[in-house]
């Protein structure tokens, strides 16, 4: 009697996926780049379709729409529609465009802390080696690549032309209903992608000397969510509160914080605060969860590294001797 074993070949190898997108490594998530590849190691390897991405930012940095503008070209090399909900100034002007990077030379990856210090590598070590976002570029994208996609403009402005009776805040949240019920639902048979960007949300959609301004953030988030799941989409909104509310209705959150460092290659530092937790029962865990962002000299573009060193436990590490030797017994000197 002969046993065979046959492999067991996944029916999604066949599925045509929608253009700038990948399956997980359990083939369980779609994911989609958030124009920033050591940021995509942090949270697993991408952004899921359907989450929704929470950043909290720093009032006195840029940091976070760096990386909203990032996550917009993105959508545009990949020919994903984009949807801009801002009140401040439109996040799709001067856009930056997609670079290539030469090698690093290795004298100017190496760590001047110590010598057992040299071999500390960043988060991805190709995100160094690959494309990215010049973000102080002075080109235009290519027209080609913008007239291949629909971009829906629900700022301001576009909220007094359409004049409408209902809060700017119902507006958005009806806009957005339609669009991810309609064009953009999951089981539409031409696939298209839609990435949504909301500047400023507090700010943008709500009066902060309304009573009941927590509330209606708090619904915003709720409904926005709901209608994410079923929809092939992508959001991150960038907000200037927090609360343990928000994080719950979210499924990643950052925290950006300006460095104060005068001596220092950072420009900010992240906190991971919350990491997807969709179709498993096991998410993804990074190692670390301090995170410093630096802005790479020469070419502008964003990099998310690995930031605390551990300490040295080895048994070759160099140690004081008398504090080798642990005892009980009283001392006459105290060495504070």
Sequence with gaps: MSI????????????RLPSGTRLNSNGTLLLTSSGISSLDTLI????????????????????????????LSEGIYNKHDLCIAALRN????????????????????????????????????????????????????PIELIEQIKIHKLTWNEYIQSKSTIPYRHYLLKTLHTLLTTTY???????????????????????????????ELVSFLYHLRILLRTSLATCIITLNEK???????????LELKLSNLITNDYVGFCQLIKLPRLNTIQPFIPDISDIGIKLLKHRKNILFEKYSIPPDLSEDASRDEK???????PSKEFDF
């Excluded at 065979?4 to 599925?15: C, G, L, Q, R």
């Excluded at 030379?105 to 057992?116: D, G, L, P, S």
């Excluded at 609360?243 to 959150?253: A, G, P, R």
Aim: charged share 25%; aromatic share 6%; net charge negative.
């Design 4 to 15: 065979t074993f046959k492999k067991n070949v996944s029916s999604t190898s066949n599925i």
């Design 44 to 71: 697993g390897g991408g952004l899921p379709i359907g989450s929704l991405l929470l950043i909290y930012e720093d009032k006195n940095s840029n940091l976070s729409d760096s990386i909203l503008r990032c996550y």
């Design 90 to 141: 439109d996040p799709t002007e001067n856009l930056p465009t997609k670079e290539e990077n030469l090698p690093l030379e290795q004298e100017n990856e190496k760590m001047k802390i110590a010598w057992r210090y040299e071999n500390l590598s960043t988060i991805d070590s190709s995100s160094t080696s690959t494309i990215h976002y010049d973000l102080q570029s002075t080109k235009s994208l």
């Design 185 to 215: 639902a999951s089981q539409q048979t031409e696939k298209r992608i839609l990435r949504i960007g909301i500047q400023s949300l507090s700010l943008s959609l709500f009066d902060d000397k309304n009573e009941n301004h927590f509330d």
């Design 243 to 253: 609360s343990k509310i928000f994080e719950t209705l979210t499924d990643i959150v």
């Design 323 to 329: 504090n080798k030797t642990l005892t009980c017994l």
